[in-house]
């Protein structure tokens, strides 16, 4: 940041990479190799946890190279949990391990919002690739219909955590209308509350990727919350909203 350059005061203080709060995680749903390098050369420092959002990978040209530019400039890159599910619901887990292998992936997303799993088959998977790799496992389903009570998420996030989850990710979706929010995108204020109860901020990623939500967070939790499925058009803006310099959250932090 150019904090040198403008000096203005009561601007929160941001953590630098690598760091357990403040991080930011970014959506990846089909970026071409030149704007994954543009991405990672531009705002690397902003960034750090990049998805291959769902199964894209799997058709995405030159991805090793798209891996390596990630990786290169310092930011923490995996596959989307669809994709491990995907493996999962063919019988094929230890030929995802050995793609991880292969392709370099140091870091791995365990979810079951599109497969129907036993929740102690899912803290299973987390053990045997925590052995490994780091694991990011994602806590919520992608149906909206389906309605987990907050004593639910909070029981399933402790587990998983235990089991060998560095953070757990509460699920939005990519639209932000699934999990921790409604059909609407209205927040649903009361779990986020419960499960912050209970559950260190540190150690939750939470998936919003519209400006409303983001805002949502800051508002009440600081710059510091952990943030995910941002577009990656918009990490400077979130950036921004993080340190009151959008209107949205102008005056967050102005007495402070």
């Not at 990846?28 to 902003?46: H, M, T, V, W, Y």
């Not at 799993?117 to 496992?137: F, G, N, P």
């Not at 987990?148 to 560095?166: D, F, V």
């Not at 150690?203 to 710059?223: R, S």
Request: aromatic share 8%; proline share 4%.
């Amino acid at each position: 940041m150019n904090s040198e350059l403008f000096k203005l005061t009561n601007i929160p203080e941001r953590s630098s990479k690598p760091r357990e709060n403040g991080t930011t995680m970014v959506m990846d749903k089909g970026l071409s190799l030149n704007q994954a390098r543009d991405l990672a050369e531009s705002f690397a420092p902003l960034i750090d946890y990049i998805k291959l959002g769902f199964g894209t990978s799997y058709v995405t040209p030159n991805l090793q190279e798209k891996i390596k530019a990630y990786q290169d400039a310092g930011i923490n890159v995996y596959y989307g949990g669809t994709l491990f599910e995907a493996y999962v619901a063919r019988n094929q887990f230890e030929d995802f391990q050995r793609l991880l292998d292969k392709t370099g992936i140091t870091m791995a997303e365990v979810s079951d919002g599109s497969l129907e799993m036993e929740h102690d088959k899912k803290c299973e998977y987390i053990r045997t690739l925590a052995k490994d790799v780091t694991v990011l496992s994602e806590v919520g389903s992608k149906d909206a219909e389906k309605i987990i009570p907050p004593y639910e998420w909070i029981e399933q996030m402790q587990n998983e955590l235990s089991a060998g989850s560095e953070k757990v990710i509460a699920e939005s979706r990519e639209s932000g209308t699934v999990g921790i929010f409604r059909g609407s995108g209205e927040i649903r204020s009361g779990l986020v509350a419960e499960i912050m109860r209970k559950i260190p901020q540190d150690k939750i990623i939470w998936e919003a990727p519209k400006k409303v939500q983001q805002v949502w967070f800051l508002k009440l939790y600081g710059a510091e919350i952990n943030l995910g499925n941002i577009a990656p058009e918009e990490i400077l803006a979130l950036e921004t909203l993080r340190i009151g310099l959008r209107g949205d959250s102008f005056d967050f932090f102005l007495n402070k």
